[in-house]
Nanobody, 127 residues
Framework: DVQLQASGGGLVQAGGSLRLSCATS????????VGWFRQAPGKEREGVAC????????YYARSVEGRFAISGDNAKNTVHLQMNDLKPEDSAIYYC????????????????????WGQGTQVTVSS
């Protein structure tokens, strides 16, 4: 039974940092890709970063490239999203999701169908 638990959200001032974590269980972590998505009120969901756990390849949306870093901890079956230089427009509910790498392609996340999702964690960046 695939389970994902996102945590680490909070309130931070612009320019600050947060680290989100996605703790996973119930599947072969090494055979999956993990993505982070966000959705702000009134906006469409946006894929911000993803990682192929098997080979470490990553992809970032242009809006976060250079500020966010996604990484996998194989020992803990956890994926982190380090978010630096946060901006008010980064405010959203952040979700993690997983997909088997056999069904997944590294690249823009808008058309990817992830097979399981965690609950969200709220990130609020004040100006």
């Amino acid at each position: 039974d695939v389970q994902l638990q996102a945590s680490g959200g909070g309130l931070v001032q612009a320019g600050g940092s947060l680290r989100l974590s996605c703790a996973t269980s119930g599947f072969d972590f090494d055979a999956y890709a993990v993505g982070w998505f966000r959705q702000a009120p009134g906006k469409e969901r946006e894929g911000v970063a993803c990682i192929n756990i098997r080979d470490g390849d990553t992809y970032y949306a242009r809006s976060v490239e250079g500020r966010f870093a996604i990484s996998g901890d194989n020992a803990k079956n956890t994926v982190h999203l380090q978010m630096n230089d946060l901006k008010p427009e980064d405010s959203a509910i952040y979700y993690c999701a997983v997909d088997n790498v056999e069904d997944w392609t590294l690249g823009p996340m808008g058309n990817q169908m992830y097979e399981a999702w965690g609950q969200g964690t709220q990130v609020t960046v004040s100006s």
